[in-house]
């Protein structure tokens, strides 16, 4: 591993939970959208320096299939028992590029000085079954750790669920 200053995350995917996630990457290039849902979840395990090996649900991430391409795919990873990791319960892992590199880091650091609720953003080094997979770009998911984090209360967080309209697109 280069020394660049960013946290290494080790995540260890057991074949069966591989082999479920290649196939839903398949469909989705196949199809040109991904449609999953948290039926898709598998298990997978994930440990960093601060953090020791904890048990994860992992599935791909993306709606569009520029998640997919190359060996960078997007993730989604949720802890299991209340654990996290490197402070997050909730999170995605993607290519830097899928989110204009630099870009989205930016705009995120500008809503935190502004004041405004936005989730953590950070880029760490993946290390999947034991092969480097370079930088990615790693998102805390909306969770009452976000608000804690930034120190707010508890409250009611809107989003706008995308499901149907990709389900639709898919379709045609």
Known sequence: LEQNGLEDLYLDIPFLSQESIRA???EAL????LNV?????VPASIQSAENGKIDVDIRLKGDLTDHLEGEKWSLRIETDNDQSILGFKRF?????ETRQFLNEWAYHQHLLFEGILTTRYQF???IINGSHKGIYALEESFSETMLDAQE???GIIIRFDEDLLWHNWSSF
């Open 24 to 26: 839903q990457r398949d």
């Open 30 to 33: 196949r199809i040109g959208i």
């Open 37 to 41: 849902s948290d039926e898709n979840f």
């Open 92 to 96: 995605s892992i993607q290519a830097p």
């Open 124 to 126: 760490v080094n993946v």
């Open 152 to 154: 707010r209360r508890e």
